[in-house]
């Protein structure tokens, strides 16, 4: 059966000093985990480099899964062959010529990498014994050389124990290996931008759990089920991950019916940080993430964010703090969550939205609305009522 070789390269990876070892162990874990439903392939670290050793036919299918796997620069699929300057040069000229037939001309060139330094020939010899044989056969049909606006390129790559010749490399999501970096709680509305903000820690090594503040005696099971699925194409770039979901009506119904109107999003907002604060520490999380934005609505203004964040000792993260809209829609339409997203469902801070929401909460009266209601008592009733989704077995169920 003929076989390739998927080479593949780490990002940040590569500029770790001592503790390289351990990201790159937990990328090779990662990739294994994300390939584990393909045949015989076979997964080894070498020299700087990871390599995967498929069927042919399953060689697409393995890009299509890596293509979830933060921490992966990018990847190629090549043949593995000896370094031979004649088999590569013929494998060269198979590939350029179904190239040529269809643009008539091309301008092509060859790039040599040498981690085995033992090798006799330097790169630059490489490249020249292997152009120059392309271009004997193909030279009367439309190629030249050109190493700085090449069409094709034909890349080799000499390593200790295998050569790999390939043509293509295919972008991936960048960062560091999901698992690298320890776990974090992110608050997932079924918005544009929580998405984006859960993702983007993933993409730092962490694996990020969902919490969701459900108010489904006002609004329905809408919101819920659009979670479920954010959610879900969430975890299929980690794995691992759960979904917090806590009932929110109780809670909302006494800040309504106890405190200035003015203030309801931002004391709503308190209560989801201390409730997601609790719930972070007993599942081991070291950090809070949300979508925040400065100035995007009401309740995101310099002066509402430190009110909120004031309720927790934890770090709050928020990666999409200087990012405008454009950018940030732009982001959950590459991570495929945009389109349920806008699906038209109400989140829970909208209930009972005051016409005039606070712009400038000041703490001492958010304090004293406070005290108008038994916050630590619903507050633990709510926590008493979480439900647990264990996403990855949610999805064999899917
Ligand atoms: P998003 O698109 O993420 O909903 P947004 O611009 O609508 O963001 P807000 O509704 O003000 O902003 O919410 C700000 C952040 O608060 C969200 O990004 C999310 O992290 C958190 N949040 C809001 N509502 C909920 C909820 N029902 N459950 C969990 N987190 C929430
Ligand atoms: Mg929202």
């Avoid at 040599?112 to 010899?125: A, G, H, I, L």
């Avoid at 998405?195 to 609004?219: A, E, W, Y």
């Avoid at 406070?370 to 949610?394: H, T």
């Amino acid at each position: 059966m003929e076989t390739r070789t998927l080479l593949i390269r780490y990002d940040e990876i590569g500029l770790k000093g001592r503790n390289r070892k351990h990201f790159e162990n937990q990328l090779v874990k990662n990739i294994r985990y994300a390939l584990r439903g393909i045949q015989n392939i076979k997964i080894n670290k070498i020299h700087g480099r990871i390599l995967g050793f498929v069927n042919l036919a399953d060689a697409d299918k393995c890009i299509d899964y890596l293509n979830f796997v933060p921490g992966i620069a990018s990847i190629s699929i090549g043949h593995s062959m000896e370094p031979d300057f004649d088999k590569i040069a013929k494998l060269g000229i198979s590939l350029i010529q179904t190239k040529l037939q269809d643009l008539g001309q091309l301008k092509f060139c060859v790039r040599t990498r040498r981690s085995n330094k033992s090798f006799p020939s330097t790169s630059k010899e490489f490249n020249f014994e292997v152009g120059s044989r392309i271009m004997e056969t193909l030279s009367s049909k439309g190629l030249s050389v050109d190493i700085n606006r090449a069409d094709f390129v034909l890349e080799v790559e000499i390593g200790p124990q295998k050569t790999i010749v390939f043509d293509n490399r295919v972008p991936g999501l960048k960062g560091l290996p999901v698992g690298s970096s320890g776990q974090v709680l992110s608050l997932l509305s079924g918005g544009i931008d929580s998405p984006v903000s859960t993702f983007k820690l993933m993409t730092r090594g962490c694996r990020v759990h969902s919490i969701f503040f459900d108010n489904r005696t006002f609004l329905g099971r809408g919101g819920y089920d659009k979670v479920i699925r954010l959610a879900n194409i969430l975890n299929r770039y980690q794995g691992g991950g759960k979904l917090f979901v806590i009932p929110f009506q109780d809670i909302q119904v006494a800040i309504r019916d106890h405190c200035h109107d003015m203030n309801r999003v931002v004391l709503y907002r308190r209560m989801m940080y201390r409730i997601s604060n609790v719930l972070a520490e007993l599942n081991n999380c070291h950090a809070l993430v949300t979508g925040e934005s400065v100035g995007q609505v009401a309740s995101q203004t310099l002066k509402n964010l430190a009110a909120v964040s004031c309720v927790t000792q934890m770090s709050v993260f928020r990666p999409l703090i200087g990012m405008n809209k454009h950018e940030i829609i732009k982001d959950a339409k590459k991570i495929g969550t945009f389109d349920i997203s806008i699906e038209a469902q109400p989140d829970c801070c909208s209930v009972f939205m005051p016409d005039h929401p606070t712009t400038r909460s000041k703490i001492k009266y958010l304090e004293s609305d406070e005290r108008l209601f038994p916050w630590e008592e619903l507050m633990a009733q709510a926590l008493a009522s979480v439900e647990i989704i264990n996403l990855d077995e949610l999805n064999s169920r899917v």
